[in-house]
Nanobody, 127 residues
Framework: QVLLVESGGGLVQPGDSLSLSCVAS????????MGWFRQTARKEREFVAG????????YAADSVRGRFAISRDNAKNTVYLQMSSLKPEDTATYYC????????????????????WGQGTQVIVSS
C-alpha cells in the first residue's frame, strides 16, 4: 500500500508561480510512475503531467506544457509540480497519483493507469 500526501496549494494571482509536492510512503516493490491530475466541480479529473519511475521521461498536457514542470526525487519519494504563469483556468484541486511498480521506463496519462491517489490540494488563481 502506498500513501500519497500533497502539499503546496493556495491562493495566488494570475501570472504567479506555485510549487506542489507529493510525498509517497509505504512499501515500494520497485520503481513506479507518478503523475498529477486536477479536477473542478464542472470537469472530470484530467491529466496534468506524468513522470516515469526512473525520472528520465515525462509528459505534460497541452494545456500546461511550457508553464508546468513535473520532477521527482526518488531519494525522498517525492514528486513535484512547479507551476508558473498561472491562469484562472488552472484553478482546481490537484491530485498526486502513483502507479504500480513497473520497469520504471513508462509514464502514464490516464486515470486508470494509476492505483494510488492523494487527498488533493486546492489551487486558486484569482485576482
Amino acid at each position: 500500500q502506498v500513501l500519497l500526501v500533497e502539499s503546496g496549494g493556495g491562493l495566488v494571482q494570475p501570472g504567479d508561480s506555485l510549487s506542489l509536492s507529493c510525498v509517497a510512503s509505504g512499501r515500494f516493490n520497485g520503481p513506479f510512475a507518478m503523475g498529477w491530475f486536477r479536477q473542478t466541480a464542472r470537469k472530470e479529473r484530467e491529466f496534468v503531467a506524468g513522470i516515469n519511475g526512473r525520472a528520465d521521461a515525462l509528459y505534460a498536457a497541452d494545456s500546461v506544457r511550457g508553464r508546468f514542470a513535473i520532477s521527482r526525487d526518488n531519494a525522498k519519494n517525492t514528486v513535484y509540480l512547479q507551476m508558473s504563469s498561472l491562469k484562472p483556468e488552472d484553478t482546481a484541486t490537484y491530485y498526486c497519483a502513483a502507479g504500480e511498480p513497473d520497469a520504471g521506463y513508462f509514464y502514464y496519462t490516464k486515470k486508470d493507469e494509476y492505483s494510488y491517489w492523494g487527498q488533493g490540494t486546492q489551487v486558486i488563481v484569482s485576482s
